[in-house]
């Protein structure tokens, strides 16, 4: 219950703009951070996490937010996986900014959940049976459009979910 009402005051933060605190990140630095930090969880899970971060110039992003973000889409990457499952993070610089992909290897997204997935507290039973708070992809969403940037969840085509977060250069809305 605490963890859900942190989780609640953080996200009322960030979209009252109150979490505003930009400063020079490189963001392969950013992700492989990030990535480190769930490689115990993917270990325990027998889940290999596959990385491939091209570096880029630094932005001006809030590092503390986007890490944030990215861990929640390897957060749910990993409650997707299967048992010696792939969850590949990557990165890329693109044109305008910068763009992370996760890739997993789990069921999907069902079709009528598709519209609803980055609603607050709209939440799938992971595999496990167990549920989330539902913040997460809502947070992520909005990290997104603080930035100026763009989240976007899609179905593979061989399974699986690939989700793309898109920041872009100036780090500004």
Do not use: C
């Amino acid at each position: 219950m605490q963890q859900l009402i942190e989780r609640m005051l953080q996200l009322a933060r960030l979209e009252s703009g109150q979490d505003r605190e930009r400063q020079a990140v490189e963001p392969s630095s950013l992700g492989e951070g990030v990535a480190a930090a769930r490689q115990i969880v993917a270990d325990r899970r027998n889940i290999t996490l596959s990385r491939s971060l091209k570096p880029a110039r630094p932005q001006h992003w809030d590092p503390l937010l986007v890490g944030q973000a990215l861990g929640n889409l390897i957060d749910n990457a990993l409650d997707f996986s299967p048992t010696a499952g792939l969850l590949a993070i990557e990165g890329e610089p693109t044109p305008d900014g910068y763009r992370f992909r996760v890739k997993d290897q789990g069921p999907g997204i069902p079709d009528f959940a598709l519209p609803r997935i980055f609603e607050r507290f709209y939440s799938l039973p992971r595999p496990n049976g167990a549920k989330s708070s539902g913040i997460g992809l809502s947070f992520a969403a909005e990290v997104a459009r603080q930035h100026g940037g763009s989240l976007t969840l899609h179905n593979g085509k061989q399974g699986g979910v690939l989700a793309e977060l898109w920041l872009p250069t100036s780090g500004t809305t």
